[in-house]
């Protein structure tokens, strides 16, 4: 019987040899902080999100009952999501 405790040095040598960083993934903040970056870079992201607001009512309301459809399928409610701000 193997009495020694569990080493999370092991589990972590093991993680990392199989490419599981875990938590705070580095590679996966570093790709996406180069990518956003290159977005901001390559567009006009005061012009994008002019664009996305609703041009009347009609698409006000579409874009409300799509948001509403969405919550109505999130497994729990998020408090915070109804704050205005």
């Known amino acids: 019987m193997d009495t ?3 080493d999370p040095t092991d589990r972590k040598e093991a993680a ?3 490419g599981n ?3 705070g993934n580095r590679t996966a903040d570093r790709r996406y902080r180069e990518r ?3 977005f901001v870079e390559e567009h006009d ?3 994008l999100g002019r664009d996305a607001i609703p ?3 009609r698409e006000a309301r579409e874009l409300k009952d799509a948001e ?3 919550k109505s399928r999130a497994r729990e ?5 109804e704050r205005e701000g």
């Open 55 to 57: 041009h009347d009512e």
């Open 21 to 23: 960083e875990g938590e």
């Open 4 to 6: 020694r405790k569990d």
């Open 36 to 38: 956003t970056e290159q």
């Open 16 to 18: 990392h040899r199989d």
């Open 77 to 81: 409610f998020d408090p915070e999501a």
């Open 68 to 70: 509403r459809a969405g």
């Open 45 to 47: 992201t005061q012009k």
